[in-house]
């Protein structure tokens, strides 16, 4: 593993542990078992590592709705696959998630990723209710409120899985229930 890639791989452990504030060059250098000069030779600053770590989530994010889009042109799409698509897409970003959401107050980048993710997330539902709608699968609804109800559930779904993972998983239930409250 290059030393870059160690130095975030192990910043994003101790962030998600101990949090972005408590986290220390120091620790972070005594942890991936290197000097604290490297870690400067590869990032200006601990601002700079979250920045790198939060580019590399908006990035595997854009391949997540990019994907999504794909799926949307060649009217591909269902609630059922952007639900499970995205959970899927949290579960391996998992840590990378975490920090995005822990240092939501404290950085301007979180901030906007933040807003970049639930943006995006309500848009593609936009063009699935609009596709369903049209293919007559569903009810003929206010698209943007409808899309802006069912992010924020998959959204508050996330939060759950991150923070309380011992809580009954009722993804599924979600689902169902945003295909039953569209559904023709």
Excluded at 36 to 60: M, N, P, Q, V, W
Excluded at 77 to 103: H, P, R, W
Aim: with cysteine.
């Amino acid at each position: 593993m290059k030393t870059k890639d160690l130095i975030l791989e192990t910043a994003k452990e101790i962030i998600s542990q101990v949090g972005f504030h408590r986290a220390t060059t120091s620790n972070l250098a005594k942890a991936a078992n290197i000097s604290e000069g490297t870690i400067y030779r590869h990032f200006e600053s601990k601002e700079d590592i979250l920045l790198h770590i939060l580019a590399g989530l908006e990035e595997s994010f854009s391949y997540y709705i990019e994907g999504v889009r794909q799926k949307l042109d060649k009217d591909e799409c269902s609630f059922d696959m952007i639900m499970a698509d995205y959970f899927t897409f949290v579960e391996d970003n998992e840590v990378d998630m975490k920090i995005m959401l822990s240092t939501y107050g404290l950085l301007d980048s979180s901030k906007r990723l933040m807003a970049v993710f639930l943006k995006n997330l309500e848009l593609i539902l936009e063009d699935c209710i609009k596709v369903g709608i049209r293919k007559g699968i569903l009810r003929d609804v206010a698209v943007e409120e409808n899309a802006t109800i069912i992010m924020t559930i998959i959204f508050g779904l996330t939060r759950m899985h991150l923070y309380w993972p011992n809580q009954r998983d009722v993804r599924t239930e979600a689902i169902d229930f945003c295909r039953r409250s569209l559904l023709k």
